[in-house]
């Protein structure tokens, strides 16, 4: 079949896949941006404790992603996509009803457990790959347009959130639960092009077409001068806990920075939180061309990311301390949204499969479990901090520490940059080679 036609066949499963994440952008910032509410109907009167429960909470969703994209990776390679994507949607469907009808702390932490496990053992294990498999030449392109539609998410939902954050405020529950019934229904009736191919295999007892996935691997690896080292092997999965470290404490903790830090209302911090998703959205866009159109490498991309995520947050950070004013943190803000939230995650997917072949949803599995990390380790000291110092000092020092994480970032692109042009024979800068 042509890429052309495949394409055309498989696009179906494009939609599909942007359904389930635009359901998991809500998912991403349900605790955080209903986090009064939510710890109100679970029984807490103290601001404080209110705020570390939620920090909780959202830690139990990093442990679910954690515990469980490597082996979903895994499960996807071995029983097809469809089955996990299915799985995925009813998880989120159970995870939410719980999170709208508990009034204990302890059962949300098990809904925000599931919902990880749904996001990452059952939805990145096979919709990465599956949408990378519908059209192979622009995987780069589709697999960024996953954040564009996450990004819309982040825009439309902070705002819905802050118009019923009163008596009827349960709505901003239900909105999800009947995207995830629509998202489930989709991936029911999609086809996957790995799941048709397995069932050709296994009719026609065809050993090439089993193996198809395993010489386009191998085929990949020929391809090189020379295999990626240890240290490649290691930068193209820790960027997966260095990319989810920026944007996870951007994307959970905008709003608070801006009610505590910066003295906003609630409504005008959820709009702290759109301005940078609005980032994001036009980043998406812009690397989208960049990477679909002009061909550019994805190590490219990710290194003037991390550049501009370290400036934009240094602006951050300095902000408070030299009175700059809120205007230059809402620039920021967005330029942090075009950078660290505006597809950085899936371009870092595409290098790992780039640089470092392998089964796909083994190498999502291994690249998502350090996500997996980092989404546990940040709402821990967060919460831990919020205990200590207080949720204002907590979410500053955070900024800081974030901006540790985009200067090691920065390293890192450096030195893959150099092994780039051993491995391929051109420069990581120039256009890509197909």
Known sequence: MSAAKQATKYLFA??????????????????????????????????????????T?????????????????????????????????????????????????????????????????????????????????????TTIGIKLVISISGIVYPLFVAMNSGANWHINVMIPIVMSVIATVMAICTPFIYDDERKIAASSNDEGAKNKAQEEIQAAKDAMLEQPNAMVNACTLFFGFLIMFIMYGAQQYTKQFGITNLGLDATTAAGLTSIYTVGSVVAVLFWAWMMGKLRWTPIKVILIDSILAACALALVIIALPLNLGAGVVYVAIAVLGFSAAGGMLQTGVTLRQMMCPGPRGRNVGMYYTFMGFASVFLPFIVGSMTKSVGEGSAVWIMMVLLLVAAIVSICMSLYVISRFKKQFGYSAMEKMHD
């Open 57 to 141: 909470a959202i830690m139990w969703v990093g442990i679910g992603k954690f515990i469980s994209v490597w082996i979903g990776g895994e499960i996807s390679d071995r029983i097809g996509r469809k089955i996990m994507a299915v799985g995925g949607g009813v998880l989120y469907i159970i995870s939410f009803v719980i999170m709208l009808v508990t009034d204990n702390a302890t059962v949300a932490c098990v809904a925000g457990f599931l919902s990880g496990v749904a996001t990452s053992g059952f939805w990145d294990g096979s919709l990465y790959p599956a949408i990378a498999e519908a059209n192979p030449k622009y995987s780069a392109s």
């Open 14 to 55: 494009i939609a599909t896949v942007y359904m389930c994440y635009l359901t998991h952008g809500v998912q991403a910032i349900i605790f955080s941006q209903n986090q009064v509410n939510f710890y109100t109907q679970w029984g807490f009167t103290d601001a404080t404790a209110g705020a570390a429960a939620v920090s």
